[in-house]
């Protein structure tokens, strides 16, 4: 996978647990341009093992002097926002992949209704410039949990005006989903990014409201769960490979020098697929990506998010 | 590459030939004796210097007449280019990359300078010399895919990513293989990919799509396809078809290896940066017989090809009428002997 060295230019606190990053190319070119919703994966190296988490890009498409992304600090995570909130700084030499867009909008839409939730607003700063750009007709509906953890509030209010609606859980302002989604023009596209339990709830209302399902957008990234240890053998390259508990097996194959795919690190895009040649324990599939059918027949795996409790587990690989 | 460029015609009297040079540099596609239908596709990387991947995009000694041969098509049939209005930002995607990669790789031909987002695009073969605004359509001659469209050897198609599909919504197609589909803008991977023998079964087409709605900016990929084309004519779309399908009545056994001409593609696919579509590249190269068995290598394995090859896949190529006297022309250079695996010429 190509990758871009980038140096981080600035770092700015901009809620209680959000930190911004401001990253430039490290010869002082431009940055490649990208389509509004796109993510870069940013590698990190914590006490030498590479930890890469995906991030959206949030400034707009066309100024790519610059990328930015933003960073909720998750406390019982496996480290990766930890680090880049804790020992990130300016200066600091840093490789990210080539935009990704996993989260692309419908360009033959008529309106767009976009649900944020918290720190999932970051993919809707491109997207939103990129609607701007096109003079399309959209709606911000912006959720979180009091005023001091609303980032971006006053540059959302810049950039969309009166179509910004925010809602903040501390003042008992709700979100209505279905008020929201049972009164919209024919050709109008849904795109909800945020905590599970949002982006369930927005993905069935509007199911159940009859919207076609090429109509109903989600990002979300799962970030690799923690587990139990458990092995792993790889076919081609003969080698048996220990998953220990806080890494993905995506992550251990890595570690262990063996390159493998990717695009989202996070469940989604399906670029990681693995063939299960044999295995004799149960596996844990945690992606978004494999039908219900093929995650019972256990021929495939997601490596990056997905996990498995045998003995053995021999991959094609 | 090319410093200079022939004169020549694809259509009427058919000027077209192939320098030593370009025999030399051809894409031959069987690397083994036996074709296989498959996706075979790989990094679009820098090839080997003079080959025809050195460059993103190929400029060879064909390219004026070529450009010129576009131009005629276009004029005859304007529906050959073809875009909806929401293909806007892949257009200036399409400008953008072709401009860029032309200036670098071929600095004596083509030159672009950016003020800001005033532009100004110099292609010296061509003659051409103007300056836009990136971004405002207003200021070209034409819309911006068009425009560089028929500044490029090849067919260009801009694809929209959506519904977990691809969907070919721009297209300037004006050499295309008999074997396609008619292009209509607007049509689905699937509707354009027809039922290609043995391919579907096979799920190539699915898998396919698969790696290609996975593909990044930054990472082109390529593929070889091939047919044979009687006369070295770019244009063998089917709307067509009364102007050139009665040409494969016209061989025998005395003309054969100079109207028989293998046509490569070499397809490519980008990711497009603004609009996150895919742009398809195909780019014909053609070859008669003759010239192509210069190299006893790729005459011998031409022939092992097309002795074995499955009669649907004859069928579907269109080369039913004429394929015996392909095989029986290119007999009398295999004497059998192991050759080894690769498209080399030496
Ligand atoms: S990398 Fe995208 S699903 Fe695993």
Redesign the pocket.
């Known amino acids: 996978m190509s990758m871009i060295n980038a140096i981080v230019a600035a770092v700015e606190q901009v809620t209680p647990l959000v930190k911004h990053f401001t990253f430039v190319k490290e010869d002082g070119s431009k940055l490649p341009p990208f389509s509004g919703g796109s993510h870069v994966v940013v590698s990190m190296d914590i006490g030498g093992r590479v930890h890469r988490n995906p991030y959206s890009l949030m400034g707009s498409p066309e100024a790519t002097d610059a990328y930015h992304i933003s960073v909720r600090k998750q406390e019982n995570s496996r480290g990766g926002s930890v680090f880049m909130h804790e020992h990130v700084t300016v200066g600091m030499p840093i490789k990210i992949t080539y935009p990704v867009n ?1 989260f692309s909008l419908a360009k033959k839409g008529h309106k767009h209704i976009l649900i944020a939730g918290g720190i999932g607003i970051t993919p809707f700063m491109s997207q939103i410039a990129d609607l701007n750009r096109l003079g399309a007709d959209y709606e911000m509906h912006y959720a979180f949990r009091s005023p001091e953890h609303g980032a971006f509030v006053e540059q959302l209010k810049k950039s969309c005006s009166s179509r910004l609606h925010c809602y903040i859980d501390s003042q008992g302002e709700q979100l209505d989903f279905k008020a929201l989604l049972g009164d919209q023009p024919l050709g109008t596209h849904v795109y909800v990014c945020g905590p599970s339990s949002m982006v369930t709830v927005v993905l069935e209302t509007a199911r159940n409201l009859g919207w076609p399902e090429r109509h109903i957008h989600n990002e979300q990234f799962l970030s690799p769960p923690v587990g139990e240890p458990f092995n792993i053998q790889l076919a081609k390259s003969n080698i048996e490979i220990q998953v220990p508990a806080d890494m993905s097996m ?1 992550e251990a194959i890595e570690a262990a020098g063996v390159e493998a ?13 693995l063939q299960v040649l044999e295995t004799d324990g149960a596996i844990l599939h945690n ?3 494999l039908t219900d059918s093929e995650k019972v027949s256990c021929k495939k795996i ?4 997905s996990r498995a409790n045998g003995k053995r587990l021999l991959l094609d690989l | 590459m090319a410093s200079t460029f022939k004169k020549e015609t694809f259509r009427e009297d058919y000027t077209y030939s192939n320098s030593a040079e370009a025999i030399k540099r051809f894409p031959f596609p069987f690397p083994e004796d036996q074709y296989m239908y498959s996706v075979n596709i790989e990094p679009h990387v820098k090839g080997k210097v003079g080959s025809v991947c050195e460059f993103t995009f190929d400029v060879d000694e064909h390219y004026v007449a070529e450009c010129l041969d576009k131009k005629i098509t276009l004029e005859q049939d304007p529906g050959r280019y073809q875009a909806l209005p929401h293909m806007m930002d892949a257009q200036w995607d399409f400008l953008e990359l072709t401009m860029e990669s032309l200036s670098q790789d071929y600095p004596q031909h083509f030159s672009l300078n950016k003020n800001g987002s005033v532009w100004t695009w110099e292609n010296k073969p061509l003659g051409i010399k103007d300056t836009f605004t990136f971004g405002d359509s207003s200021t070209l001659a034409m819309e911006p895919f068009d425009y560089m469209g028929r500044q490029v050897q090849g067919d260009f198609v801009l694809l929209d990513h959506r519904e977990e599909t691809l969907f070919a919504d721009a297209g300037i197609v004006t050499s295309q293989a008999d074997w396609s589909l008619a292009f209509n803008v607007g049509m689905s991977w699937r509707e354009w990919h027809g039922p290609v023998p043995r391919a579907t079964e096979l799920g190539v087409m699915d898998r396919a799509l698969k790696h290609l709605l996975n593909l990044q900016f930054g990472s082109p990929v390529r593929r070889l396809n091939w047919t044979m084309t009687i006369n070295p004519r770019l244009d063998t779309s089917p709307e067509n078809y009364p102007q050139w399908g009665g040409d494969r009545n016209a061989v025998n056994a005395d003309n054969v290896s100079d109207l028989v001409h293998l046509r490569v593609e070499l397809q490519t696919l980008f990711r497009l940066p603004r609009s996150n579509a895919i742009m398809f590249s195909i780019r014909c190269y053609l070859i008669n017989l003759k010239d192509l068995s210069t190299y006893s290598r790729w005459a011998k394995r031409l022939h092992r090809v097309q002795k074995t090859m499955h009669p649907d896949l004859i069928e579907y190529k269109g080369m039913t009428k004429f394929h015996p006297l392909v095989v029986d022309w290119l007999a009398k250079f295999d004497d059998g002997a192991a050759l080894d695996v690769g498209t080399h010429a030496e």
């Not at chain 1, 690190?265 to 990681?272: I, M, N, S, Y």
């Not at chain 1, 997601?302 to 998010?305: A, E, F, I, L, S």
């Open positions: 996993l995506l795919d990717y695009l989202c690190r996070g469940g989604v895009c399906g670029r990681c697929e992606d978004h990506f997601m490596p990056c998010v």
